[in-house]
């Protein structure tokens, strides 16, 4: 697979030496984390064909079988205070969906916030972890795990996310080549430019399937209902509640209204 892959970049591109391909491990976000506490440069790049321990936000599991999805996290230095990186998830979400639409013509929605989404069902989720330098507030590094779910059938998925999981193919109605989506993210990601925040925001709002719903906000054992009405410039999504009070919830579990069976 890893030569596929190559094959499929130009010839230059900066981070082909690297790329690493395992057939198996628990989680390619620990890989990248022990890669990053041993020097690895910005921009190597670490695939699984499968994941015995994929985790997911929330301390979810991530279901990650072989020969089915794309099992990615990559490993960025870049070089700047936490503050000013309020927007990487967001990004990480826009250009995921970028890699997707050059690799299979569709383009998936983002539920926030950065779950990729369509006809309301989940294609895949990312996991951004970083590592800040407490005494300076600089990122030591930030890992971006990308799941994404390519061959599956709805049989393929467990029972409890069977009604509201869907792959690439299931959309596409055609065979995924993962090869070319794995090429594709790596080339997405190393033209991201995230000083370009205004223009990421404003994409990520376009294709945001979040925002305009009634929704549902679980943070801890506190459930709330309202109306997601925007993103702010650090990605938070703006809520009204009923008394007309508004928030920019910044964690929690988002449920849409009608989304994946919720509510
Ligand atoms: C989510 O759905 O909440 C995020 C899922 C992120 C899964 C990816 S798969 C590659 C990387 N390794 C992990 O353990 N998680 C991320």
Redesign the pocket.
């Known amino acids: 697979m890893k030569e596929q892959i190559l094959n499929l970049l130009p010839g230059d591109h900066p981070w082909q030496n690297q790329i690493y391909w395992y057939d198996s491990t ?5 890989l ?1 984390k022990v890669a990053a506490q041993t020097g690895a440069p910005h921009g190597t790049v670490i695939f ?1 064909d499968h ?1 015995t ?6 301390g ?1 599991r ?1 279901h ?1 079988p072989a020969g089915c ?5 990559l490993l960025l230095r870049p070089n700047c205070p936490a503050t000013e990186l309020m927007h990487l998830t967001c990004a990480a979400a826009v250009t995921a969906c970028d890699a997707v639409e050059v690799a299979t013509g569709m383009r998936p929605g983002i539920k926030w916030t ?2 990729l989404v369509h006809n309301r069902r ?1 294609l ?4 951004t972890e970083l590592s800040v330098d407490a005494s300076t507030g600089n990122v030591e590094y930030a890992i971006i ?3 994404i779910n390519c061959c599956q059938t709805s049989v393929d998925f467990p029972e409890e996310i069977r009604s509201f999981a869907g792959s690439l193919t299931m959309v596409t109605g055609k065979m995924t080549n993962r090869a070319k989506l794995a090429a594709a993210l790596i080339c997405a990601f190393s033209s991201l430019r995230l000083s370009e925040k205004s223009r990421i925001l404003e994409t990520y709002r376009r294709d945001c399937v979040t925002i305009g719903k009634e929704i549902s906000l679980v943070q801890g054992d506190d459930l709330r209902h309202g109306h997601a009405f925007g993103v702010d410039n650090s990605g938070a999504l703006l809520v009204r509640f009923p008394d007309g009070h508004t928030e920019a919830v910044h964690s929690g579990e988002v449920s849409v209204r009608g989304m994946y069976g919720y509510l």
Do not use: V
């Open positions: 628990d989680s390619t976000n620990n990248a699984a994941q321990g994929g985790r997911g936000r929330m979810r991530f990650s999805g794309i099992y990615m996290s950065n779950d989940k895949g989720g990312i996991l795990g990308i799941g």
